[in-house]
DNA sequence: TCCAAAAGCCCCACCATAATG
DNA sequence: TCATTATGGTGGGGCTTTTGG
């Protein structure tokens, strides 16, 4: 019965559709009254779909097929320009929309980039999503985001996967944390991944600001003003930033035939530059710390206030990121901008070459931290209390 | 002939598929030994499909019917513990989801929310943000996000059109100024519309912290310690969150017979904090201040500083919001502690609500922020310089 | 409890056809 | 006869629903 039927349906609305416009839009619209011979009293009008309109709705209001509305979408050639006009305008009265998922599904493609930010959501990483997603809306593409607190393995693998079922064309991750660049590198996700990485990272696409040049320049300004014991509070181990900043800093002191001391590690947090600060005035020899971050930086300077230690007078504190209350710490503190916008629109801007191009990297160029100058780094004077 | 032609192409693709199992998966994978007598050589392990697993692999693997995996994935009834399980554990180990796109086609539900976000990503927000979008991550929505920095109203009327779509099926607004509100408000966007507003906005759903109880609670902590002149820095114009925290600390201020003097204003920023401080500091009666927010309160701090206007000595400061920054302030801030990621997850709450039945507004209560009491407060001794 | 089969959902890639030159 | 151009037709894509065992 299945043959019969089948048969008798697949014949009955083509018969009837050859005069007409579309085939499936008849399927689903004409049905009952599939036979000709039928008088039509389908009463419901027809159609009736109470719904959005579909790109059948539109080819048989403009009486062509629906794969001329099609062409007309996509800006396909084959298509004559009163026809094209026709479509265009019934397009333009119903409303239609062509939907985004049965888009995707025929085309396995999404105008999706997906953004993994994996991590606290701090001024950096923050200002980068924003400029990233400004970024990705100029060039026509919709970001679909998942952001999560931690940087668990298993949660990133998901969101990866996510993603990728989600047909988006490219991941981007930023997470600040090596774990989370890592663990999305291990995986075969079938779309380029552009990470947020400031150290090489094989086999994946990154962006960077230059971190190290940073350190470098950091450690000279103190350099630069006398110092010579100059302490690092470090970011988390897994921080691929904290790494580069702590290399910049180390290399330019032995440049100078300066001493590395063993860095203080802090999480990033203002608690820990606080914790930090703590152990670091123990040692009465420092006259400068070059801090991992500004938020790092302010709980080092309450940590030097509670222990009367005068920055700059006994201690010069230098910070990275330069946050908008850092102009306003006690004191101001002297830090290195970075430009998390910019950093941002690069991410995006290597998206489009990798898409472009998968093999070409081409290799942008980093940004480099700027010094900003203020007053908590100063040419040292008396020792710490 | 367009008939024969018809008829004779329809029928053999029906005939051939009628005889095996599966519809499409046969068609996909299998292919050639379609045929049931074909011994199934099936050589190339069947599906073969490169890319992620389908339903249909899955269903082989475990040695069930597509219907059976679907129903697992929906946690739909009429499945056996033992299947339940089996189909479970196959689809782990072949890490499959399931594709997102076909789902939206086949429930007309897209899954997805769009969040817009305008605004500097400033510690609240941002939090909410990610608040909200794990809490949408949960309940098994994928979030399409729009964040943009200002809140023009012609980038936010683009931006609600966009996601419409893309077929989200809510849209949620996450826009400290009130234009950004107004705006979305005002557009029939055909999906319910989730607004963190703290003011009443007549026309659409909103979620929000009781910006109100929390003022009174900090102007109360100040007259509570003897403060009988109490200046408010407020937040920019359109800020709603400001206009309620403006209006709690007056309303008490007036419940206690306390003069309520023309507020100073800020932009939520530090420098603006600063400059409100100086400011302030004309004011030599004055004996303490609710600042709008922490990060013009760190602002304020550095004016008095400056100024050598003693804190809290001379001068008592309150917060609003308690950055992780705050208890590092010099000194230690006290201000009311607000539980962003709550309200992200509110805001969840709410459009799962609100989807569920648009017309009961179950109407969530408000969060209250908390106080945290530290050493920017005190009861008023000398008087300013 | 579970399988089987088929009909969508909406669109696009690809092929077929018709009418022109 | 062979391109060309303008259309129409078919077959998925992966999942849910429905109907019928």
Redesign the pocket.
């Known amino acids: 019965m299945?043959?019969t039927?089948?048969s008798s349906?697949a014949d009955a609305p083509?018969g009837a559709?050859?005069a007409p416009?579309?085939?499936?839009a008849e399927?689903?619209a004409v049905?009952g009254g599939a036979e000709p011979s039928a008088a039509e009293p389908v009463g419901p009008e027809a159609s009736g779909?109470p719904?959005?309109p579909?790109?059948?709705d539109v080819?048989r209001a403009a009486?062509?097929?629906?794969?001329?509305?099609?062409?007309v979408?996509?800006d396909?050639?084959?298509?004559?320009?009163?026809?094209?006009e026709r479509v265009r305008r019934v397009i333009a009265d119903l409303n239609?929309?062509?939907?985004p998922?049965?888009?995707a599904?025929?085309?396995r493609r999404s105008g999706q980039i997906g953004l993994i930010q994996a991590g606290r959501p701090d001024y950096g990483p923050s200002n980068a999503a924003l400029g990233f997603n400004e970024a990705a809306r100029e060039a026509g593409y919709t970001v679909s985001q998942v952001s999560m607190r931690g940087v668990d393995a298993g949660a990133l693998t998901q969101a990866v996967h996510r993603l990728v079922l989600q047909r988006v064309e490219a991941i981007v991750v930023i997470s600040g944390e090596r774990d989370g660049v890592e663990v999305t590198r291990g995986i075969d996700a079938g779309v380029p991944i552009v990470a947020v990485a400031s150290e090489d990272e094989p086999g994946m696409h990154r962006v960077s600001m230059d971190q190290y040049a940073g350190a470098v320049r950091a450690t000279e300004h103190l350099i630069g003003l006398g110092h010579r014991e100059i302490r690092h509070v470090t970011g988390p181990d897994d921080s691929m930033d904290a790494a580069e900043r702590r290399r910049g800093w180390a290399d330019t002191l032995r440049a100078h035939g300066l001493e590395v001391r063993e860095p203080l590690t802090g999480d990033w947090l203002a608690a820990s530059g606080y914790a930090a600060g703590r152990d670091l005035l123990a040692d009465v020899s420092a006259t400068a710390v070059f801090v991992g971050n500004d938020q790092m930086s302010i709980g080092l300077l309450a940590a030097c206030r509670e222990a009367g230690v005068d920055v700059p007078g006994a201690l010069s504190v230098i910070g990275f990121d330069d946050i908008p209350e850092a102009a306003f710490f006690a004191p101001p503190l002297t830090t290195l901008r970075q430009d998390f916008d910019g950093l941002g629109r690069d991410i995006m801007a290597t998206v489009l070459d990798v898409l472009r191009d998968e093999a070409a990297a081409p290799d942008r160029t980093e940004r480099v931290p700027e010094l900003v100058v203020r007053a908590s780094t100063a040419p040292p004077g008396r020792l710490p209390t």
Chains 1, 2 share one sequence.
């Open positions: 299945n043959e039927d089948a349906r083509r559709s050859v416009g579309g085939p499936a399927a689903s049905l779909p719904g959005v579909t790109m059948f080819a009486g062509v097929s629906h794969m001329t509305v099609s062409r979408l996509n396909r050639g084959g298509v004559s320009g009163a026809t094209r239609y929309t062509p939907s998922a049965a888009r599904m025929a085309n």
